[in-house]
């Protein structure tokens, strides 16, 4: 089983950036594909980004593609959302999630932890 915690999220204003973190518990984070998810009030769960086991591949919905990164450090059970040019749309919680026994994936289903989701609010 395996626990996760987000942090990092925050206030900013548009065209700044914020760093959010996924810490997991647990010694078999690198058996797990994770993936971000956000969602904003009266919006649907959106996929945000999503990387695989060993970090050597990633994928990204196309409205943050350029302008967020996913990374993960399997040392230290960590996964990663670097945010840059963020918009007042980008609002939402962001959650983290962790899918085992897959490469990569984008469906919320394939995901087997989720953590609290951490607040991200983006002013214009």
């Known amino acids: 089983q395996v626990q996760l915690v987000e942090s990092g999220g925050g206030l900013v204003q548009a065209g700044g950036s914020l760093r959010l973190s996924c810490a997991a518990s647990g010694r078999t984070f690198s058996s797990y594909a994770m993936g971000w998810f956000r969602q904003a009030p009266g919006k649907e769960r959106e996929f945000v980004a999503a990387?695989?086991?060993?970090?050597?591949?990633?994928y990204y919905t196309d409205s943050v593609k350029g302008r967020f990164t996913i990374s993960r450090d399997n040392a230290k059970n960590t996964v990663y959302l670097q945010m840059n040019s963020l918009k007042p749309e980008d609002t939402a919680i962001y959650h983290c999630a962790a899918a085992g026994e897959i490469a990569l994936t984008i469906r919320p289903t394939r995901y087997d932890y989720w953590g609290q989701g951490t607040q991200v609010t983006v002013s214009s």
């Open positions: 990387i695989s086991r060993s970090g050597s591949s990633t």
